[in-house]
Each structure stands twice: as structure tokens, then as C-alpha cells.
């Protein structure tokens, strides 16, 4: 189903079956030998969603051998390139001082409660409410205490969650470690510059910002297409088509880059070798420039 003005969803529609889709991923990788990654909450999330490809995703039933999404290993590595740049930008700004950290459209992400997280460090993690409750409720049967003092916020991203943040206890004033994994493409274009607007007016110096850099090579149009037709061989009945903004839109770099923020990109490739993978041939024709950006405000 097509995007609405207003529309709103739960973890086992629309855009949130995108977050129960990657947290299947998150746990077919935690369950591999040695695994770069591991998220002991994973696979009970996704098993009480309940949507039975997520299950069986997380549960390794179906590999195909070389197939972009469905070769388990594929999916793997580009699961734990993606979760350890996320984790290490948090760590890295814990290390550095900053104690206050917000998860943007969190969905099925458990960092509140798996990460190692400074004394003193307060997390907040914004998505709709119900995604929210199911989340909270279901981790709380399974016994799992938050690592951090952790404020979970039930509210739309394309609603007044900047007021949301400040009733809950967000200090402006200090400096802000801010994550936005998987989010921009499901935001329109004019909803995405509110979005970095709002972080930045609540973003003291020494903040930073980590989220997707998307760099398709001209090749965009032809690359959505083929990830819809992929989803829906791994069984979704969701058209990701029908959930991403696809408009022009500013990138997230340059947006920010403009308004004084320091840029750094670590390319897909760049980022595979660090964790000892090698970069599938196929992705490098069409999103090799894609990959991960940092965006820091300096301290004055």
C-alpha cells in the first residue's frame, strides 16, 4: 500500500515490517560462528512480531546462493557493516564525552540494552507509538534491563517530536550523539531538511550525527527497482517501492555541510574491508560511492 500523509503503522506493517525485516537480519548474524555482531534480543523481537518470511529470515531458511538479498552470508556481512558503524560511532562518542545519545526511528534496535554504555549516559529512541509499547512491553517479559538510563518517546518523526525530546528531559545544551539508521528514504524530501533542522537547533557543540550516504551513480531508478523485486522474493507482501520517497531530495551531507557541520563518508567498500569483507562486485557497478556518513558540529 502506498504512502499517506499521516500514515501510521505497527511492527508487522508497512514501514515497520521494514524493522522486523532487519532485525531478522541482526539475528540470522548473531547466530553465526564467531559473529561480528551480537544482538541477544534480536530473534525474540522478530519471533513475537510475528510475521512468518521475518522468521524464517532470522532463522537462515532462506539462502540462496549468490542472490543478493537471500544468500545468507551476503546478508550477513552487510548486516554487521551496517550494525557496528552504527555501534561504533556511539561508543566512539562516549568515549569522547558525550553522555547523551538519541536513536531516531528505532524500531526493533535494542542499543539502549546491549551497547556498553558510559556511566551517567542518558538514551532516548523516538519511533510511533506503537512500535514503541510492543517494543518495551516485549523486552520487559524477557527480563532485559537497559544498559543506560533510557527514555523511550512515542511520536511520529513528522510531527512536533523535537517538543516530544525537550518534555522528556533532553538537554540542549549538551552535546548529542545522533543516529539515523535506514530513515531517510522513507521520509519525503522536505520532511527529511525538518528532520536535520530540528537536530540542528538542538544540537550543542561536539554533537554528532551518523546516517546512511546514498550514492547511486545514476543508477538510482534501476536500483530501487530491482531491491522491490527483491523484497518481494524474500516473501514480503510490503512493495518497498510504495514506502520510499524517491523525489530529489538534497543529500544529507551536503544539507549539512552547508550549515557548518563537519563531513566524513566511509564508503561500502571502505567499510566491508575494515571488517575483514570484501565488497560484492555487483553492488560496486551501482552504489560502490554509497555508504555511511558523519556529520560532527566542532567545538567553538
Not at 564467531?34 to 541477544?40: A, Q, R, T, V, Y
Not at 549516559?121 to 506503537?130: H, S
Not at 551518523?210 to 531491491?227: I, K, P, S
Not at 567499510?271 to 552504489?287: I, L, R, S, T
Request: glycine content about 8%; hydrophobic content about 40%; overall charge negative.
Amino acid at each position: 500500500m502506498a504512502r499517506t500523509e499521516g500514515d501510521t503503522w505497527d511492527l508487522a506493517s508497512s514501514v515497520g515490517s521494514t524493522a522486523t525485516g532487519v532485525a531478522a537480519l541482526r539475528a540470522l548474524a548473531s547466530k553465526q560462528r564467531d559473529p561480528l555482531i551480537f544482538d541477544p534480543y534480536a530473534d525474540p523481537l522478530v519471533k513475537a512480531v510475528g510475521l512468518e518470511h521475518c522468521n524464517r529470515r532470522a532463522d537462515g531458511e532462506m539462502h540462496v546462493e549468490g542472490h543478493p538479498m537471500l544468500d545468507n552470508r551476503r546478508a550477513c556481512e552487510q548486516i554487521a557493516v551496517r550494525t557496528r558503524f552504527f555501534d561504533d560511532f556511539l561508543s566512539s562518542a562516549g568515549a569522547a564525552g558525550v553522555r547523551q545519545a538519541v536513536i531516531l526511528a528505532s524500531g526493533l534496535d535494542t542499543r539502549g540494552y546491549r551497547l556498553d554504555w558510559p556511566a551517567g549516559t542518558v538514551v532516548y529512541e523516538i519511533d510511533q507509538p506503537e512500535v514503541i509499547e510492543f517494543k518495551t512491553r516485549t523486552l520487559a517479559a524477557l527480563g532485559a534491563s537497559p544498559a543506560a538510563e533510557l527514555r523511550s518517546i512515542g511520536v511520529d518523526l513528522r510531527d512536533d517530536w523535537a517538543q516530544a525530546l525537550r518534555h522528556s528531559g533532553f538537554d540542549a545544551s549538551a552535546p548529542t550523539a545522533w543516529i539515523a539508521e535506514g530513515l531517510l528514504i522513507y521520509l519525503p524530501p522536505e520532511a527529511q531538511d525538518r528532520l536535520f533542522d530540528a537536530i540542528m537547533a538542538l544540537s550543542a557543540p561536539g554533537s554528532r550525527i551518523a546516517t546512511e550516504h546514498m550514492d547511486f551513480g545514476g543508477c538510482g531508478d534501476a536500483w530501487l527497482q530491482r531491491v522491490g523485486e527483491w523484497s518481494k522474493q524474500v516473501g514480503s507482501d510490503v512493495d518497498l517501492l510504495d514506502l520510499f520517497y524517491t523525489a530529489d531530495r538534497t543529500p544529507a551531507g551536503t544539507y549539512l555541510a552547508g550549515r557548518g557541520w563537519k563531513i566524513e563518508v566511509l564508503t561500502s567498500p571502505d567499510a566491508y574491508a575494515a571488517n575483514g569483507f570484501e565488497y560484492p562486485k555487483d553492488m560496486a557497478a551501482v552504489a560502490a560511492g554509497s555508504g555511511y556518513l558523519t556529520a560532527t558540529l566542532e567545538m567553538r
